[in-house]
T-cell receptor
Framework: EPEVTQTPSHQVTQMGQEVILRCVPISNHLYFYWYRQILGQKVEFLVSFYNNEISEKSEIFDDQFSVERPDGSNFTLKIRSTKLEDSAMYFC???????????FGEGSRLTVL | QKEVEQDPGPLSVPEGAIVSLNCTYSNSAFQYFMWYRQYSRKGPELLMYTYSSGNKEDGRFTAQVDKSSKYISLFIRDSQPSDSATYLCAMSERSGGSNYKLTFGKGTLLTVNP
């Protein structure tokens, strides 16, 4: 069964460092998303991406965040200068045109020290 | 008022019980309603997806949407220990073409005891 894969599964970094989280969406999907879940909190929308550009972003997704689809398979989330409050599980998701049926990866746990 | 409210539980039931999970919402623009299951430290897994008011059944799972009351439910029949997980409701309105930003509830932690 096709699935969304994410790497790394866990990354520990020092505050102020840059982090890149990587995702390989399901191959025939066209829409890509990043969500995050701070421990004990709701899953929150960060950004949606289609046709090589951002479609929508939340207020969380400030100038420290960026997304890119560098080739035909990968979708990345970059955090330029990490803060303690960026510690969370980051989920990549993808979907086809059909409304709302997002398929999530297993997540990348980011710990900022 | 929060957009999506979900009782976090925890909910503990014996094997074979019928489980009822619920969410309420305040945003009338929500059109699509989903239930996700999330095992500990894993990604959300889509269980059910509905658009209109009414019931949708898939095996032991039934999703119910009442748009007039802004209330959705997930019923699990003959619950199994393997159903033990956190259940997340999620909803979306159409935003920017075919992109669908999901708004999640906080999740209900369910334990099914053998």
């Amino acid at each position: 069964e096709p699935e969304v894969t994410q790497t790394p599964s866990h990354q520990v970094t020092q505050m102020g460092q840059e982090v890149i989280l990587r995702c390989v969406p399901i191959s025939n999907h066209l829409y890509f998303y990043w969500y995050r879940q701070i421990l004990g909190q709701k899953v929150e929308f960060l950004v949606s991406f289609y046709n090589n550009e951002i479609s929508e972003k939340s207020e969380i997704f400030d100038d420290q965040f960026s997304v890119e689809r560098p080739d035909g398979s990968n979708f990345t989330l970059k955090i330029r200068s990490t803060k303690l409050e960026d510690s969370a599980m980051y989920f990549c998701a993808s979907s086809v045109v059909r409304a709302g049926e997002l398929f999530f990866g297993e997540g990348s746990r980011l710990t900022v020290l | 008022q929060k957009e999506v409210e979900q009782d976090p539980g925890p909910l503990s039931v014996p094997e074979g019980a019928i489980v009822s999970l619920n969410c309420t919402y305040s945003n009338s623009a929500f059109q699509y309603f989903m239930w996700y299951r999330q095992y500990s430290r894993k990604g959300p897994e889509l269980l059910m997806y509905t658009y209109s008011s009414g019931n949708k059944e898939d095996g032991r799972f039934t999703a119910q949407v009442d748009k007039s009351s802004k209330y959705i439910s997930l019923f699990i029949r003959d619950s199994q220990p393997s159903d033990s997980a956190t259940y997340l409701c999620a909803m979306s309105e159409r935003s920017g073409g075919s992109n669908y930003k999901l708004t999640f509830g906080k999740g209900t932690l369910l334990t099914v005891n053998p």
